[in-house]
């Protein structure tokens, strides 16, 4: 072996085992970040659980007093109804807030407090209820009116206040910890995606050097054909033995290093027909190679491997938009809210503004019919929601008539506004109504630039402002968005 092809096969080593070590370290990474991520949800699905459950059983323990006070001072038999139903449901959502806080001493040290609390407050429900129905409602009465049954229950509410208190901190740090380990999942990808590009340009020059010296060796055999036999022969015997490590370099970069690229980026059916214009080349055995075969070869070698590391490029650039993406919703959504009272009619002028000269352009118009003077919510997150889904329905206006976009708000029940976004454009299958709000999922024909990620944000900064978004839709008859939102954020933030 010629110390060229000595370095040539070292060389191929050298890559396969960088490769190898890269792909092992994007895939343990990942599996130490999956591991992570999986343990952090199971906590805050714990802890959410314990949240609740403490809320239920302060909900139970108002209920039940209701009902007891409300059958001491009116002797209304309806009464018991509540009662009754409450207080059964008292001892089995203390016996599930004691079976979930197990394993956490600071909540689990007050449970023989909440129990000996809690006790006391049946009793004391009990007493006069039984008082009552003895016909001693005047004791009953000024059992209810003594201070121990408040400041037993104040005793009660301020230690499931402190677990909810403490299940909110933990999940916040749960979510916290969540938010890490996709940041440093998306940086080890993208570390890794750079390594194995590297490693992949590294080949592709190596093959290309070693085939122009195999083009050099033939074009030399050529012109020593006539009257040099014996040197034909060493040069054939030279290119032969090429020719096999070639044909056993290709079957390693196949076999051994196209198949975990494979795994990662996909894109092995690119490369496997670039491969069969050099595989021509290098395994023809000795045989006499036509100009377009080497033109061939050297195409392949030349554009058609760089244009396939274009792809992988490109499409590590499009997973990191939307890394970035699911970021910015994150960040959103932990975005401190700032309710402020606005004036609704100007806000959704203002945002149609931006739009007007698209639709006026197709002759189409804008109505407003603005019934609510002013709604207290954010303002960053309303204009958001509204400029998404003004550029939506230009974005798929029917090509074949004017886009006219209709918005109305009008009240909704006591606290709720209610606005609505009409558009006459192309319209959405029934099938589609709920997979359009999903991330990184359209509907329709997908001849519009996009990531199917505008929808999905839409959703998620609705119900960040205590709301809810819907579509009515019929395909090819235009869509209907309908907006739900508190008509003052301030008591929900307050809460």
Do not use: C
């Not at 995606?193 to 030399?220: C, D, F, W």
């Not at 595989?279 to 023809?284: D, K, N």
């Amino acid at each position: 072996m010629s110390a060229t092809n000595a370095n040539f096969v070292r060389t191929t080593i050298l890559m396969l085992i960088v490769g190898t070590i890269v792909l092992t370290g994007i895939i343990l990474s990942s599996l130490w970040l999956v591991d992570r991520s999986q343990s952090t949800f199971a906590y805050i699905i714990e802890e959410r659980d314990i949240r609740r459950a403490a809320a239920d059983m302060l909900q139970t323990l108002v209920d039940a007093e209701t009902g007891q006070r409300g059958f001491v001072l009116t002797q209304d038999e309806s009464f018991l109804g509540v009662y009754e139903k409450s207080l059964a449901e008292v001892r089995k959502n203390l016996a599930l807030v004691t079976e979930l806080v197990k394993g956490r001493p600071i909540k689990e040290e007050r449970i023989p407090e909440l129990r000996r609390l809690t006790e006391s407050k049946l009793e004391e429900m009990i007493h006069t209820v039984d008082l009552t129905r003895s016909g001693r409602q005047d004791e009953a009465i000024l059992l209810v009116k003594s201070e121990l049954g408040r400041v037993l229950m104040d005793d009660i509410r301020a230690i499931l206040e402190f677990f909810k208190t403490q299940s909110d901190a933990n999940v916040q740090r749960g979510v916290d910890e969540q938010l890490e380990a996709t940041r440093q999942l998306k940086w080890f990808t993208l570390g890794g995606a750079v390594a194995i590009l590297a490693v992949m340009g590294g080949a592709i020059a190596i093959i290309t050097q070693h085939v122009r010296a195999l083009s050099s060796a033939r074009r030399e055999v050529e012109l020593l054909n006539d009257g040099l036999e014996e040197r034909v022969n060493e040069r054939t015997e030279d290119l032969m033995q090429a020719n096999q490590e070639i044909q056993r370099f290709a079957y390693i970069v196949t076999h051994d290093l196209r198949a975990p690229l494979v795994n990662v980026m996909g894109f092995t059916a690119e490369l496997d027909t670039s491969l069969k214009a050099l595989q021509t080349y290098v395994l023809a055995d000795g045989g006499t190679l036509t100009e377009e075969q080497i033109r061939e070869a050297r195409l392949a070698a030349s554009e058609d491997l760089p244009e396939a590391i274009g792809f992988i490029r490109s499409s590590t650039k499009k997973m990191d938009g939307l890394i970035n993406a699911i970021l910015k919703i994150s960040r959103d959504g932990r975005r401190p809210l700032k309710p402020e009272q606005i004036g609704l009619k100007n806000l959704v002028e203002a945002t149609s503004a931006s739009v007007h000269h698209q639709i006026s352009e197709s002759a189409g118009e804008v109505h407003l019919d603005i019934r609510v003077s002013s709604i207290n919510t954010d303002r960053f997150s309303l204009e958001q929601i509204l400029g998404n889904l003004f550029d939506n329905a230009v974005k798929y206006k029917h090509p074949e008539r004017p886009l006219n976009l209709t918005v109305r708000a009008m009240p909704e029940g006591r606290n709720l506004v209610r606005i609505e976004v009409e558009d006459n454009g192309r319209g959405i299958a029934d099938e589609d109504h709920e997979r359009i709000f999903e991330l990184f999922r359209r509907s329709g024909q997908q001849d519009k630039s996009g990531e199917g990620i505008g929808l999905a944000h839409v959703r998620s900064l609705a119900r960040n402002l205590g709301g809810e978004i819907t579509v009515r839709s019929k395909l090819g008859s235009g869509s209907t968005f309908v907006l739900r939102l508190p008509s003052d954020l301030s008591r929900i933030v307050r809460s």
